[in-house]
């Protein structure tokens, strides 16, 4: 990783941090809100939902711990970096979110095996539910909205999680109305809708994060193959490899060139490719190139595409990575 890069991923975490920060501070105000007059009302589903909340505080917490791990440089024992530590904070709270739906799923059947229902209702119920609920959408909104811009990890689990919450209290308020209508099995009923959405959230969340912990494949290869392709020089690419996080990504393939070109001459053309490839696709930080003679044993049979412009490679992937960058800052 090179200063320029090593500088842009400190800025990033110093700004993914700085969110985490904001976020924890408005679910605990929520969470709080939720549980307390959960108790006071004798809800189960508001009792749930703060819960529910609560571990969103939690999860604000493993994220800053992740985030700040992630945030140190590469070393002797961990040459790639630490970015995965990121990774492995949102798995954790994906498995947090696991823990809190048991809870939550245990408490409502035991109610509605026992037939206890005591949930009171009262216009308060309502408005704490109603604030709690806008903050919810506005706070998964700011998160994920800056989870897109960082290519953050953390930051969009939490906000997948947040979501749910907001999803959550939906629930939780419909349950409240057919409790004031008379129907007091609904609390226990919706708190296991509650649980639903905590699995659902938790599965989003170990998907994403398995992407990166499996080495999931980071960038389309024909993308990166007609940008080698179309520098003079490059007969053939194979061997195209990608992984790492979607803000640090490692980038390894096979250039085949003329056997005669000389070691220097070969060096110049890596340098070039490796320039294109960082300016279409500026979330690759390392591109490792491996050079092998054009010939019957090296080729693996692969159309010759060296004809294609290099504006027509370099553009074409560009123009891609740039229009998902804008999509991003749209949502």
């Known amino acids: 990783m090179d ?19 904001i976020v924890l501070v408005l679910n605990l105000l929520v969470a709080a809100a939720k549980f307390v007059y959960g108790l006071i009302s004798n809800s189960a589903a508001m009792q749930a939902d703060g819960i529910h909340s609560a571990f969103d505080t939690v999860g604000n917490i493993v994220g800053i711990i992740g985030i700040t791990l992630a945030a140190r440089p590469a070393d002797t ?13 949102s798995a954790i709270i994906g498995i947090m979110l696991f823990v809190a739906a048991f809870e939550v799923g245990s408490s409502a059947v035991e109610r509605l095996v026992s037939g206890h229902y005591t949930a009171a209702v009262t216009p308060i119920s309502f408005i704490v539910m109603a604030i709690t609920l806008v903050v919810n959408l506005a706070v998964s909104h700011f998160e994920r909205k800056a989870g897109k811009q960082l290519s953050s990890d953390i930051l969009l689990a939490d906000s997948a999680h947040t ?13 409240l109305v057919f ?11 919706m708190a296991l809708v509650v649980t639903f959405f905590i699995v659902l959230s938790g599965v989003s969340v170990f998907r994403r994060a398995l992407r990166t912990l499996a080495d999931h494949s980071r960038i389309d290869a024909d993308e990166l193959a007609r ?25 390894d393939l096979h250039l085949l060139v003329d056997p005669a070109m000389t070691v220097l001459e070969a060096d110049h053309l890596c340098d070039k490719v490796e320039a294109n490839i960082k300016q279409a696709f500026p979330n690759v930080c390392e591109t490792l190139i491996h050079i092998e003679p054009f010939d019957a044993e090296h080729s693996e049979g692969e159309a010759d595409l060296a004809s294609q412009s290099v504006a027509e490679g370099i553009a074409d ?15």
């Open 3 to 21: 200063s320029k890069h090593l500088t842009e991923h400190i800025d990033r975490t110093r700004k993914i941090e700085r969110v985490l920060w």
């Open 77 to 89: 024992s961990h040459p790639y970096g630490h970015s995965k530590f990121e990774t492995y904070g």
């Open 163 to 175: 979501l749910s919450d907001s999803i959550v209290s939906i629930g939780v308020i419909a349950g």
């Open 179 to 189: 409790v004031a209508a008379g129907y007091p099995i609904a609390d226990p009923i």
């Open 227 to 251: 940008i080698a392709y179309a520098e003079p020089g490059v007969r053939e690419v194979h061997r195209i490899r990608t992984r790492g996080t979607e803000s640090e990504v490692y980038c």
């Open 317 to 331: 992937a560009s123009d891609t990575y740039k229009k998902n960058e804008a999509s991003n800052r749209d949502e």
